[in-house]
């Protein structure tokens, strides 16, 4: 499971965004938001940065937290 930081996440439209972007990665990958601390877990077999790289192309800035 990877965790991202995604600090420019600031809404629920923002989660659903990063959510079907990291969907449109990994049709079967599950991802669970937390606005409060603005990260999002991610369970996947892909690699972390193709799951990045398909949030920033939507427009936001993640980063995996380690
Ligand atoms: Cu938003």
Do not use: Q, W
Request: charged share 25%; proline share 5%; net charge negative.
């Amino acid at each position: 499971m990877y965790k991202f930081e995604v600090p420019d996440m600031t809404c629920g439209h923002c989660a659903s965004t990063v959510e079907k972007a990291i969907r449109m990665a990994d049709p079967n990958a599950s991802a669970k938001v937390d606005l409060d601390s603005k990260t999002v877990s991610v369970e996947t077999k892909i690699a972390s940065e193709v799951i990045s790289a398909s949030i920033a192309d939507a427009g936001y800035t993640p980063s995996l937290s380690k």
